[in-house]
T-cell receptor
Framework: ETGVTQTPRHLVMGMTNKKSLKCEQH?????MYWYKQSAKKPLELMFV???????ENNSVPSRFSPECPNSSHLFLHLHTLQPEDSALYLC????????????FGPGTRLLVL | AQKVTQAQTEISVVEKEDVTLDCVYE???????LFWYKQPPSGELVFLIR??????QNEISGRYSWNFQKSTSSFNFTITASQVVDSAVYFC?????????????FGEGTQLTVNP
């Protein structure tokens, strides 16, 4: 595997379900990010992790819960989501959080029914 | 506040035409970086270029070229002799200094359609 991978690529869930999105980077980076991309809206930064520590939470509702067990893996745990949470969720990584280029995964397309 | 404006929401061209995607930014930082990313229908954002605020030299990479003009706060992207495979959404982004390091502010993207 190379670059940034995300699983699953597509996910359909009901509002009462609990699911998790997984991101893995094979670039030796130390910073990882979650973004949300909704139709007709700019990319929204959700969370930033640097050396496994969360350094930014961009006022994200608590129904989204990130986890970063090590610098290579990032999870986004989902529970009691709303239909408006349907979007493309993108993971990215960079060498560190200072000016470095972010490299993105293919995203998970989430549909909440 | 940082802001990136891509005024062109959608552009449609015929193959082999040249096309320029506009990007205008606002920042109070003296040190910043500008980026262009390509998002094909598959969804993944593909990194194209990174330029720092002190380097105003234009850059050419194959059919791609970038024009950075600090005086007008613009970082425009030109595709020469466009191809159908260039069809994608293109995002311009600005890296700003945040409390926990830099963060990217994205424009709203330009949907480019290249027709055969």
């Amino acid at each position: 595997e190379t670059g940034v991978t995300q699983t699953p690529r597509h996910l359909v869930m009901g509002m009462t379900n609990k699911k998790s999105l997984k991101c893995e980077q094979h670039l030796g980076h130390n910073a990882m990010y979650w973004y949300k991309q909704s139709a007709k809206k700019p990319l929204e930064l959700m969370f930033v992790y640097n050396f496994k520590e969360q350094t930014e939470n961009n006022s994200v509702p608590s129904r989204f819960s990130p986890e970063c067990p090590n610098s290579s893996h990032l999870f986004l745990h989902l529970h009691t989501l709303q239909p408006e949470d349907s979007a493309l969720y993108l993971c990215a990584s960079s060498q560190e959080t200072s000016w470095e280029t972010q490299y993105f995964g293919p995203g998970t397309r989430l549909l909440v029914l | 506040a940082q802001k990136v404006t891509q005024a062109q929401t959608e552009i449609s061209v015929v193959e082999k035409e040249d096309v320029t995607l506009d990007c205008v930014y606002e920042t109070r930082d003296t040190t910043y970086y500008l980026f262009w990313y390509k998002q094909p229908p598959s969804g993944e954002l593909v990194f194209l270029i990174r330029r720092n605020s002190f380097d105003e030299q234009n850059e050419i990479s194959g059919r791609y070229s970038w024009n950075f003009q600090k005086s007008t706060s613009s970082f425009n992207f030109t595709i020469t002799a466009s191809q159908v495979v260039d069809s994608a959404v293109y995002f311009c982004a600005l890296s700003e200094a945040g409390t926990s390091g830099s963060r990217l502010t994205f424009g709203e993207g330009t949907q480019l359609t290249v027709n055969p």
